[in-house]
């Protein structure tokens, strides 16, 4: 199945880097084949019914999201929601120590972009099936990728395809570098949570996103080329790291932003 068939509109897919931005190289093809990708309808539950406890949840998480509109919270929300790379190859960077860029570290570069591919395919059963409205389209306040209005109306909020990739990169980053892994997972639990400060996803689209990143990198550990990218890039980033290279993101600065909400 061709990667625009599962996707709600080209605009959409360019961001999250599965079709090519006009200017940018045609982004790499998955690790997995369509059929290898777990099944999203089988592995969760349908959104929170309308008036249920789970709705109130979402609802009040929304709420205090809003609070964050405009401040250094918001401000690294707004930046980790930009899936296109290479800006998405330095999220990881400071959780890392290190950079993270395709002439110093290739392998650990294609293995971000081409698990993306799989990581952001595999939510769209269920995306498509329920259709949920985001918290935008609800309460008539801004999300932080105007740009994206359109095409982020269009695509169902239900799981969050951002939280799927991000918490499947913090996943996949931990093997990588198992010393750092407390600080890549807290990581990449901020970066999925972005998506609830965003107002463009629920917290349960988040919750379930998370969960679909999970499953895929489950599956990735099947594929010969995973386990040859994550090896390479295990030794890339020793060295990288042995030569003191610094993080290519103000560490200080992103601290500062994710502990203001």
Not at 21 to 50: D, F, H, I
Not at 131 to 146: E, I, L
Request: aromatic fraction near 6%.
């Amino acid at each position: 199945m061709k990667l625009r068939v599962w996707l709600a509109g080209a605009g959409l897919a360019a961001v999250v880097g599965l079709v090519p931005a006009e200017g940018q190289p045609t982004p790499p093809t998955g690790y997995l084949a369509s059929a290898q990708l777990p099944n999203s309808l089988t592995l969760l539950p349908p959104p929170p019914a309308k008036g249920s406890a789970a709705e109130k949840r979402d609802q009040a998480g929304a709420k205090a999201a809003l609070a964050l509109h405009g401040g250094p919270r918001w401000e690294q929300a707004t930046e980790d929601a930009v899936l296109t790379f290479p800006q998405a190859a330095g999220t990881f960077s400071c959780a890392l120590g290190a950079p993270v860029t395709e002439a110093g570290t290739p392998a650990l570069y294609r293995l971000l972009r081409r698990s993306l591919s799989d990581m952001g395919r595999a939510p769209y059963p269920t995306k498509t099936k329920y259709q949920r409205q985001r918290p935008f389209m609800v309460n008539g306040k801004p999300q932080c990728s105007p740009a994206l209005d359109a095409a982020l109306r269009k695509d169902g909020s239900y799981p969050s395809g951002h939280a799927a990739i991000g918490w499947g990169w913090a996943l996949i980053l931990a093997e990588v570098a198992p010393d750092k892994a407390d600080a890549i997972l807290a990581r990449g639990r901020a970066f999925t949570d972005s998506r609830r400060i965003c107002n463009v996803h629920w917290a349960s689209d988040v919750e379930e996103g998370r969960m679909m990143g999970a499953a895929v990198v489950s599956r990735l550990h099947d594929s010969a080329d995973f386990r040859a990218d994550l090896a390479a890039a295990r030794s890339e980033l020793a060295a990288v790291r042995a030569q003191g290279a610094a993080p290519s993101r103000d560490c200080a600065q992103e601290a500062a932003r994710l502990a203001a909400g």
